[in-house]
């Protein structure tokens, strides 16, 4: 595929993602080569993805982010309905002075400030907690409140039955009221 037949992300449809690595190099975590891994990761305006990616992506091809040929991993792109997120993954979270010609290559690039990027090594992501499992300060469902299984009061819904009519619609309705 040439670079003239890819689509800006501005016609791609939301919840598209879309990965450009180095050969041999998987966009998971989990690769080999990115057992030190971590990446940049910058929340954008959807008036600025397509230069940003453009930007990134011919940045990347050219060698032009940081020292070492093999530190950068790869880009990624998220679609998402409100903003998207381009991410710049690295193989070695070890190499400080590297990664601080990275961070200052993107800044450059980009023509962004050094607040809005993002950076995150995967080893410490991978140990945190999704925030699905975390609890709202109510405290969640639990019996005797609204929502979940029972009513208001504690009581259980049950299945109220017409008499007499075999295969009637049989309509749910609170214990307490039968």
Not at 94 to 120: F, H
Not at 140 to 159: A, I, L, N, P
Not at 160 to 171: C, H, I
Request: glycine fraction near 10%; aromatic fraction near 8%; charge should be positive.
């Amino acid at each position: 595929m040439n670079y003239q037949h890819l689509r800006r992300p501005t016609a791609m449809p939301y919840g598209t993602t879309l990965h450009v690595f180095a050969k041999g190099i998987k966009p998971v975590w989990e690769d080999a080569a990115l057992e030190k891994g971590a990446r940049f990761q910058l929340k954008s305006a959807k008036s600025h993805t397509s230069k940003y990616w453009e930007d990134l992506l011919l940045a990347m091809i050219g060698e032009q982010i940081g020292s070492k040929t093999d530190m950068v991993a790869g880009v990624v792109l998220n679609l998402k309905p409100q903003f998207d997120k381009i991410g710049i993954w690295i193989t070695d979270c070890e190499d400080e002075e590297e990664i601080a010609k990275v961070k200052t290559n993107i800044i450059e690039i980009l023509q962004v400030a050094e607040k809005d990027i993002e950076y995150e090594v995967f080893r410490e992501l991978s140990s945190k907690k999704p925030n699905f499992i975390k609890k709202s300060a109510r405290g969640g469902f639990k019996k005797g409140s609204r929502g979940g299984r029972g009513g208001v009061d504690g009581t259980e819904f049950q299945r109220a039955t017409v008499e007499g009519k075999e295969g009637a619609n049989n309509d749910f309705s609170r214990a307490d009221k039968n």
